[in-house]
């Protein structure tokens, strides 16, 4: 029963890029319905695990078993923003519908199920108003809805979130955690790749903390009782955001 | 000083004297539209129409994956190919032409992953190298009388399109098919892996199988193109389009169907005023491109005002 629960289970990965090793001995269990968050310094191989995750960069050495049937392609990506995104002409609808594509295969054109599916998830992040509107027009967390909606047409079951509120300014931060909150309440496993450990400990249910070896996984609940959760907690504490 | 200012004046009075030749008298008119019946005529039209379709198709995922210079690249070795094969005595140059082009723009987007040192400076290395080689070869080599002749009119396309066979129209005509139906087959893909590659291989499409797919057509088209605008301009006709569509349209569909629209229309002004006004078909199919460029900047401009 409990390997069902499992949707992905890393065993003893060594990560890195043509074969220089960025973190290894990474050990950890992600679990339907499970708030992961991933902090960790700048190089700690943070953008690194997603790949790896992602299938895009496979792991040096170790296993990623998708246990629950989950596949590869199957994780809904929120990618952090790339330098072509910032002046291509393209339309909030016309991004969203893309989030549906990866199930198909061959099938030239988009079926009513899938406009079907776009509108909900749009009607969900609450940006159908502005589906028509040139995606570089928008602010930046208008642009992250319209990629979590695009995320959610690939898949409810898990999304991988890559810095969700990297540049945004602090009330649409708040906003947009409470929105990835409202998501993983109502089913959807989220991982979370964060600088902001503060936020990470009060949304997160799991903390995996990476260094050149991990330096923690577990529930929020323990990693807050240790030294290195402890300073970095106090830490953030002291700037309370 | 006066004298080299009198001399200026005398060039611009003929510089003015020249441009009225452009002037076409009412009277000619009918004699210059019946060139429209030589079947030479309407097979460079059809072909460049076709040509100008495809290359506005792809110039828009082109232009915004940056890879907006791999078209003058290609050309510039689909030039050295040429010259080969001339030096060789093919008669069909397109039998090694194509596979040549179509292999290095494989390879071009294949390294283009892991583009640490090369990138760009390989592309422009590539790309004068073959253009020197060609040149070098052609002139050492080449049996025909007229060396200058057939460079200049392999760089710039000069009248070759009016003298299209049979043959090669129905070429173009069959490549223009494939890529058109390849491109409206894989519409929404190619959308999804330009707009953001990692996303779209994330969830499962194959981004790469799709880059060199791109990659493939792009050859085939460049190597097509050759015969309309010759090898430099080709990036005219893949870039232009895009940019203008661009400046006005928001969404990536209205972008492809007005760059569409854009590259035919400019092609057929092209083809036609160099018909009229008798100069070379590529550079004033260029030369339409470009003003149709700054009316679709002041479109935007007064768009994005008003």
Not at chain 1, 142 to 170: H, K, M, N, S
Not at chain 2, 42 to 60: D, E, N, P, T, Y
Not at chain 2, 146 to 159: K, M, P, Q
Request: net charge positive; proline share 3%.
């Amino acid at each position: 029963m409990a390997d069902y629960q499992t949707q992905i289970s890393c065993r003893d990965l060594r990560l890195g890029y043509e074969g220089r090793t960025v973190t290894e001995g990474l050990t950890f269990e992600v679990n339907r319905g499970d708030y992961l968050c991933v902090v960790g310094e700048n190089g700690a191989g943070k953008s690194t695990l997603i790949k790896a995750l992602l299938g895009l960069n496979p792991p040096l050495s170790g296993e990623i078993a998708f246990p629950g049937g989950l596949k590869a392609a199957a994780i809904g990506y929120l990618p952090q923003h790339n330098a072509v995104q910032k002046d291509f002409p393209a339309s909030v609808k016309e991004i969203v519908l893309s989030g549906c594509l990866g199930k198909g295969g061959f099938q030239p054109f988009y079926t009513r199920e899938q406009k079907a599916l776009a509108e909900r998830q749009m009607e969900r992040l609450g940006i159908t108003e502005i589906k028509s509107r040139c995606y570089r027009e928008l602010s930046g967390g208008q642009r992250q809805r319209v990629l979590l909606a695009r995320a959610l047409c690939a898949t409810e079951e898990i999304l991988l979130l890559d810095e969700p509120v990297a540049g945004l300014d602090p009330k649409v931060t708040k906003e947009m955690y409470e929105i990835i909150d409202s998501l993983n309440k109502s089913g959807v496993t989220v991982i979370m790749v964060s600088h902001d450990i503060s936020a990470a400990v009060r949304y997160a249910s799991h903390i995996l903390h990476l260094g050149p070896t991990p330096l923690f996984f577990g529930p929020k609940s323990s990693y807050v009782k240790t030294d290195i959760g402890k300073m970095f907690t106090d830490y953030a504490g002291g700037d309370d955001k | 000083m006066s004298e080299t200012l009198t001399q200026i004046w005398q060039n611009l009075q003929n510089i003015f004297a020249q441009l009225s030749t452009l002037y076409i008298p009412p009277e000619e008119i009918p004699a210059k539209l019946s060139m429209f019946q030589y079947p030479f005529v309407q097979r460079a039209l059809i072909a460049g129409l076709l040509i100008a379709l495809c290359s506005s198709l792809l110039g828009v995922t082109l232009v915004l994956k940056r890879f907006s210079f791999i078209g003058d690249g290609l050309s510039h070795v689909a030039f050295g190919a040429m010259t080969v094969a001339t030096v060789v005595g093919l008669t069909n140059e397109m039998i090694l032409v194509l596979p040549v082009t179509v292999l290095t723009a494989v390879l071009l987007l294949k390294t283009g992953k892991n583009r640490k040192i090369m990138g760009d400076a390989s592309l422009a290395m590539l790309s004068v190298g073959a253009l020197g080689l060609g040149y070098f070869i052609m002139n050492k080599l080449s049996t025909s009388a007229n060396v200058s002749g057939d460079v200049c009119s392999t760089l710039f396309g000069s009248t070759s399109i009016l003298t299209l066979s049979k043959f090669d129209m129905w070429l173009c005509v069959a490549m223009s098919m494939i890529v058109i139906t390849v491109f409206v087959l894989f519409y929404n893909k190619i959308f999804s892996v330009t707009f953001d590659p990692d996303f779209a291989s994330a969830t499962g499409t194959r981004a790469n199988a799709y880059n060199t797919l791109t990659a493939v057509i792009t050859a085939v088209i460049i190597v097509l193109a050759m015969n309309l605008v010759g090898s430099l301009l080709i990036s005219a006709l893949v870039v232009f389009p895009a940019l203008s569509a661009m400046r006005v349209f928001r969404s990536f569909k209205s972008v492809v169907v007005c760059s569409a629209a854009i590259s035919v229309s400019s092609a057929a002004a092209g083809i036609i005023a160099s018909i009229f006004i008798g100069t070379p078909v590529g550079s004033t199919i260029v030369v339409a491109q470009i003003l149709m460029f700054v009316i679709f900047s002041i479109i935007g401009k007064i768009k994005s005002k008003g």
